[in-house]
């Protein structure tokens, strides 16, 4: 590969089709890429760098999209890995900042007249979030406390889990539903909001659940699959959370958040540049 091309990588001329940005970034076309860098842009610091702005975001997002290394991206923009790294994280601290009014619950009366059909059917317009975890592996910490409170025996691994929530119909109001799997204890702190909290029905005390019982948790997984499929969504678009996070992207900094509650703050907004997984019909 020529010097040439090496310092083409990542540039505005390098992205020259839709295809290409959506594998090197998740975004689904050029238009919204080039939207993005003109959001941020003038909130990259990178006047020391040989990298442009440009390039700055486009390392980063194809770190997360493709969970690329620091080395392998070092090679690819002709820069060191200590380079890499310094532009990955400065560039997701800004794009955090930038980026995480995406995630939001929007106004109840807009969102109302586009609640999905499958939502409707079941639970009326009275669905206010559906909500799932998810969880990332990370390095085996070497403190045993740390050791002992990451370890899932459910992934036999070190991990941190993330609680994702897909609102088809803005905040909590009273009378609303809260659709969780089992294991979620929140009945209190949703009475607060005078809603409801539906879980699927349990067999344990009972030889059989009865015909209301299964009639409602067949509703609730019905509407449930959708939270299982955003997830599924997120994690396959942008592979960075399918790979082991280095312990130190988990060090809370001055204002409580880690490197890692940014990524998975990022990647969650990103998505929501693309179209809704949930069709409204």
Known sequence: MSELSILNVGTIEWFVSDEKVLFYTGLPNMDVFFTLFKFI???LLCKRSKLSDFQHLSLTLMRLRLNLTLNDLAYCYNVSSTSASSVFLKTIDVLYVRLKELIKWPDREQLCKTTPMCFRQHFGTRVGVVIDCFEVFIDKPKNTLARAQTFSSYKHHNTVKFLIGIAPQGVLLPGDVVLADRGFS???????????????????????????DVEQTRKIASVRVH????????????????STIPLDYLIKQNNGLTTMDKIVTISCSLINLNDSVIPFD
């Open 41 to 43: 842009r003038s909130f």
């Open 186 to 212: 929140i009945e209190g702190s949703i009475a607060l909001y005078c809603a409801e909290v539906k879980l699927p029905s349990f067999t344990k005390g009972k030889r059989q659940l009865s015909s209301w």
């Open 227 to 242: 939270v299982k499929r955003v997830i599924g969504n997120i994690r396959n678009k942008y592979k960075i959370l399918q």
